[in-house]
């Protein structure tokens, strides 16, 4: 085996890669349009995403300390509320999910 054959070897192997690559990139596209689309549909009329936000909600549920080891960490709490509309019909409905940051605490030692 010769140089040049090793050069269109790993030209070859590096096309084929990339066209997978190409693949991967666009088949995620393609996931993640059709799960917004089906997270946005209307439940009035089913039609797939049409709905928009037209309001969000923030409830904080509260603060504590999480302590990990030797790390402290901060854990704050919030309810997210989205109250959707949807551009056919102009029905209203929510969505709500917990969302839960976890920050660590600087300076603070366990002594």
């Known amino acids: ?3 040049i ?3 269109y070897f790993i030209l070859v192997l590096l ?3 990339a066209f997978f690559a190409v693949l991967w990139v666009i088949g995620g596209f393609l996931l993640a349009r059709s799960v917004d689309r089906n997270y946005r ?3 009035e009329c089913k039609r797939k995403g049409a709905g928009y936000i037209v309001d969000t909600d923030i409830e904080i549920l509260g603060t504590q300390i999480d302590r990990n080891k030797l790390t402290l960490f901060r854990v704050s709490r919030e309810k997210v509320t989205d109250y959707y509309q949807c551009e056919v019909c102009q029905n209203t409905w929510q969505k709500s999910f917990m969302r839960e940051n976890r920050t660590p605490m600087k300076g ?3 002594t």
């Open 1 to 3: 085996m010769s140089w």
């Open 5 to 7: 054959d090793l050069l």
């Open 15 to 17: 096309v084929i890669l």
């Open 41 to 43: 549909a209307c439940p």
């Open 108 to 110: 603070a030692s366990d």
